[in-house]
């Protein structure tokens, strides 16, 4: 006989999404792992101990625990530092929130901030200046890929003008030759973000445990981080507790690098610990559509967009090769329809060996003759549906508008992806879009702006972009992803079926449990 349950969740309505056994009423675990899966009174007699954790979950509905399949909640602690900004709709709204933001050692630091608050207008410093009093400034935007600096954080930096650099980057200058403190993409960012101030290691020790919390808190078990920042604070925060979420990170590989780059990149794949461990590569073939680096097979309203974010598209080719020959998963960041048909490209270049190893991230406009590429290739598709509440149904947005009316007709296309047999993977890209995966679930049944109700997915096809779709993007299928006799106890336990409830519910539901390996990781008061 099996050795009695650590826990037994009964008396409730498990989704599986296991085709063996669909439904059950109850489960057990044992050691971090499901034992059994059956209905209550047989896994009561069978499974129950005197040390057995029994919650009865009338009412509830278990679900394999949901996973934000794009996020970067480490990296992201230091792009959501000062004022948030996502609030703001507008340029006065924008002015008397840098006017009463508060200072970080003098600076006046923000994140989140929409293109369309500057209202058409050309993303400047002299829009600002006025109310900062002199204070050094750096606003990050909502997207992660371009900040605005004022003059003086510019001369804290010693940017003077334009640069080159390895990546494509930009430091957007005015025909004096002057920065205007537009900074387009990583590389030019970096100047700035390098001197601002940043908190403690205490400090985001703690700051990370907390997000991490909050965002069990709305029903996430797991992450997929597209980014390897702090693996040495991992480590750190697991030499004292426990992490709330299981997270597998994807460290950046940036235009420039060589083989003994690359080869530290597939070492860095054997950092682990408890509930992290390192099992991607990621890479960016562009940019966004908003800050005109978006790979597009046309120019957009501004003549921009006709480059990758790799100078030499086929040096990311190869540096995919090498990883892959070394048994690297790969992530690339592609929004454009020409960066999502490079990568689409390569992957089919290597073969039958390319299947289910390879991902593309984003996708948020491409046309009808790559849709099919994804399930034939076995990429996986991982998409964000927040994204869509950035733009709007008439195309008014600054995303729709680069873009011009025939792309933008093509947004988001989850359901016509699903339709095509691709694996979807959904998440929510924070900091970037809130990370409450009830809000994810909700605008993939129903999304917003651009994209519109004609690309909502069906209450499964969304509960499996964030559970079983996850796991296989992630390599992970044979162990995570459905509730079945083997799987990992990563479990989510809503107060209504995720499936079967309207949208607007589902973004509200309560929370009532949740588990990593079995271990309670949220549970409501």
Not at 331 to 346: C, K, M, N, P
Request: contains cysteine; charged residues 20%.
């Amino acid at each position: 006989m099996a050795p009695p349950a650590d826990l037994l969740l009964t008396d409730t309505h498990l989704r599986t999404l296991d085709p063996a056994r669909p439904r059950a009423t109850a489960l057990a675990v044992t050691d971090g792992r499901i034992t059994a899966v059956g209905d209550t009174a047989t896994l009561v007699r069978d499974c129950a101990g005197p040390r057995t954790e029994r919650l009865a979950l009338a009412g509830a509905t278990v679900t394999p625990g949901l996973v934000d399949a794009h996020s970067h909640p480490v990296w992201g602690l230091r792009m959501a530092t000062g004022t948030d900004l996502s609030g703001v709709r507008d340029l006065d709204a924008l002015r008397d929130a840098l006017r009463r933001a508060e200072r970080i050692d003098g600076w006046v630091v923000g994140w989140g901030l929409d293109h369309n608050a500057f209202g058409g207008r050309p993303v400047h410093r002299d829009l600002v200046e006025d109310v900062l009093d002199g204070a050094p400034a750096f606003l990050r935007l909502y997207d992660g890929h371009s900040a605005l600096a004022d003059g003086a954080a510019l001369a804290a930096a010693g940017i003077t003008g334009p640069r080159s650099f390895t990546q494509r980057s930009e430091i957007v200058c005015g025909p004096d030759g002057r920065p205007t403190g537009h900074l387009i993409e990583h590389a030019a960012m970096d100047l700035v973000d390098a001197i601002v101030p940043e908190p403690s290691s205490d400090d985001r020790r703690t700051a990370l445990v907390d997000l991490l919390a909050a965002m069990a808190a709305t029903g996430l078990t797991g992450a997929h981080v597209m980014d390897g920042t702090g693996l040495d604070l991992l480590a750190a925060v697991e030499a004292e507790t426990d992490l709330p979420l299981r997270l597998t990170l994807a460290p950046w590989c940036m235009p420039g690098v060589d083989r003994a780059g690359l080869d530290e990149l597939v070492a860095l794949q054997r950092r682990q610990g408890r509930d992290w461990r390192v099992g991607a590569v990621k890479f960016f073939m562009d940019g966004t559509v908003e800050g005109g680096t978006a790979w597009l097979e046309h120019p957009d309203c501004h003549g921009q967009g006709t480059d990758a974010f790799w100078p030499d598209p086929q040096a990311y080719s190869a540096a995919v090769r090498h990883l892959h020959a070394a048994g690297v998963r790969t992530a690339t960041h592609a929004i454009g329809d020409a960066a999502v048909r490079h990568v689409l490209d390569t992957v089919e270049a290597l073969g039958a060996s390319g299947r289910g190893a390879h991902r593309v991230e984003h996708i948020e406009s491409v046309p009808d003759d790559t849709l099919p590429r994804f399930a034939a290739l076995g990429v996986a598709a991982s998409m964000q549906p927040p994204h869509t509440a950035y733009t709007k149904g008439d195309h008014s947005d600054e995303w729709s508008r680069r873009l011009g009316a025939e792309r933008a007709g093509r947004a988001w296309r989850t359901r016509d992806l699903r339709a095509a047999g691709a694996t979807l993977a959904l998440g929510s890209d924070w900091p970037i879009a809130p990370y409450d995966v009830r809000r994810v679930l909700a605008m993939a049944r129903v999304p917003a702006g651009a994209a519109g109700p004609g690309q909502g997915l069906t209450g499964l096809q969304a509960l499996e972009g964030v559970t079983a779709h996850a796991a296989v993007a992630a390599g992970e299928a044979a162990h995570a992803g459905r509730i079945a006799v083997g799987m990992r106890a990563d479990l989510t336990v809503l107060g209504l079926d995720p499936v079967a409830a309207p949208a607007d519910e589902l973004a509200e539901a309560p929370v009532l449990l949740t588990t990593v390996g079995g271990r309670i990781t949220h549970r409501a008061r």
